[in-house]
C-alpha cells in the first residue's frame, strides 16, 4: 500500500473505532522545544512530574531508534454533567477536574492507539511502533501541534478548532513514513483571558507556565500546600481549570459522545467529610477508575481538609480534631489545624492548644502556631 493510501486508510480506521481527531508529523528532533525546555528547567519551572531526560522528550528516535513518523490523536471529553450534587450545610463537597471524569484516559487512549496499531501491522507487518499516553517521554502537545490537531495556546494547553482544549492526547511512534500534516497557524490573538484569570500568576508569559505556583499541579503534590494557594485552591480536589474555563475557544462546548468519559456525579463531586476517614482501600475501590486518583488519597484528603477549612465548615471541626490527634501524616495533622484555626470556635481553638503541649513534629507545630497566630489577629 502506497503511503499517501496508508495514511488514509489509518484515518478512516481511526473514524471508525472513535478517533475525534488524527495527524501525523516527522519524527525529526523537536529542536526548538529542546532549547525551550532547557530554558524551563533553569528557571526553576518544571513540576517534577516530567520525564527528567530532555533527550527523551525532544527527540523521538530515543524513544525508537527507527522512528520516522508520529501518529498523533485526541478524544473530545465532557465539560458538563447532568443533575450535578450540590453542598448543603453540613454537607459541603469538592470537584475534580474535568479531565478526571469518567475512566482514566490514558486506559482509553492507550486501548484506541493500540487497536490503531493492530490494524497498521495487519497493513504493514513487519513495522516497528510504540505506542504513548501522558505518560512517554515525548510531548504530547508538541507532537499534537505539529501533527496539525490544534495550536499551543497562551494557556499551555493544545487548542483545537473544534473542542477547544476539552481534549486528551496520545502518539504512536512508527518506523512506516507517512506523508505528514501541517501545523496549525491560528493562535490566541490578542486574547489574555487565561493569563489575567490565573490566581496564582502561574502563566509568567504566553506559552510559559512556572508548574511550581500552577494549582493544577500542586493539588497534585503530597507536601504542604503553602498557605498562599490554600485559599485559592477552593474546592478542588484533583485539578485544576480556571485558564481552560476561560478561554473563549472552550466556552459552550461539551461532548458526550464517549460513554467512557461520562462522569459519575457522586464520584467527581464527592462530599468532603468521608474523605477524611476513607481507608486506603476504601480509596482504591471508589476512585481506583479515575485519572485523578494516580497520587493515592494523600492529597485529596489534603485536598478536603483546606476546602472545608476554606468553607468554615464548623460540621467538620471533630472530623478535623480526630486528624489532628490520630492521624500519623505530619501533612495532614498540620493541614488539619490550619482548618481547625480558619473554622474556629471554642471547641477547635482548644484542640489547637492542646496540639502545643502534645505534637512533636516541628513543621505541626508551626502550623498550629501559625492557625493560633492567624485567629486572634482575625479576632
Known sequence: MRPEALKQALIEESKRIGIDKIGFASADPFT????????????GYESGFEEPDLHKRTDPQANLPQARTIIAIALAYPTRMEDPPVSKPGATRGVFCRA???????????????????????????AACEVMVDTGSLSDRAVAERAGLGWSGKN?????EE????????????DVWLPPDTPVTEGCGDCNACIEACPTGALVAPGQLNSQACLAYLSQTKGFLAPEYRDKLGTYLYGFETCQMVCPYNQKKNFVHHPEFSPDPDKVKPLLKPLL????REFRERFGSMAGSWRGKKPIQRNAIIALGRLKDETAVADLIRLLKEDPRPVIRGTASWALGRIGGKEALEALRRTLEEETDEEVLLEVKNALADHEKAV
Open 163 to 174: 473542542f477547544g482544549s476539552w481534549v486528551y492526547l496520545g502518539e504512536m511512534l512508527t
Open 156 to 160: 499551555t494547553s493544545l487548542i483545537t
Open 32 to 43: 526548538e522545544l529542546k532549547e525551550r525546555l532547557i530554558r524551563h528547567r533553569e528557571a
Open 277 to 280: 476517614s476513607m481507608s486506603n
Open 100 to 126: 478526571s471524569w469518567g475512566e482514566d484516559y490514558h486506559h482509553v487512549l492507550r486501548r484506541k492507539l493500540e487497536s490503531l496499531k493492530e490494524k497498521l501491522l495487519e497493513w504493514v507487518p513487519e
